[in-house]
């Protein structure tokens, strides 16, 4: 059990920044290999929870330096949008909003209804066709810089966001890709699904702290489940360090070994299954 867990932590640390679906992973992979993990036990959602958490730290921590840029511009310019790093700031606010009131709203609905094996398969295959079509994106608009996003394309770059409520379907790849198509290169268009990420991850993460306060986890699972979080917030930091490089050196089809990898895994797991 506790080795599993540890692979699931790997698993959600390396997944939730690639563009490859965390929630599809998660189901999917225990399923494929018949993991020994009931993920309907108590102590399950709490263990979901540290592993957020953990995620959320690593892009805090790889990216402390935008975050404290950000911060102080906005200070320094008393909130007001003059300033170009409380520009940004707000920018991710405004991206922000969509995808976290939408999951608030419609999260376990949406889970319930589409988060059977086979549904996240065929997600997983369809989140390879969207990026697939965000490197075919690419060549058709006009690059902006980052510093030059307007608030609609802050907006529509977050609802994408939204996406990632369907199992199979990655956060990162939908944002990604909205932000390719929206006139921004591979390396901005990352840096801001990754800034974006942070928020969210952190809220789902600190959302459920009650319940991790109150869960009968198991005192010998206790260790563990801390060793996962650490873990996952180590291969999120890693996975973070690589994508940054990777969307900075391959201009041309950055997305394409992902959706290739997408389409795969999902075949076999229908064919699998």
Partial sequence: MHLYLLAIAALQGVTELFPISSLGHSILIPALFHWPIDRTADW???????????????????????????IGGWLRAGGKASNPDARLLWLIVAGTIPAGLLGLLLAHKIKALFGGFTFAAIALMLNGLLLLGGDALKHRRGLIALPELGWLRAFLIGLAQALALIPGFSRSGATLVAGLGLGLNYADSARFSFLLATPIIAAAGVLEVPKLMHAGVPHEL??????????????????????????????????????IYCLLLGAVALLVG
């Fill in 44 to 70: 399950f959602l709490p263990f979901i929870v540290v592993l957020h958490l953990g995620t959320a730290t690593a892009l805090l921590i790889y990216f402390w330096r935008d975050w404290a840029r950000l």
């Fill in 222 to 259: 206790l260790g563990t489940i801390a060793a996962a979080g650490v873990l996952a917030g180590v291969f999120a930091w890693l996975s973070t360090w690589f994508l940054m490089r990777w969307f900075t050196d391959h201009e041309m089809k950055a997305l394409r070994p992902f959706a």
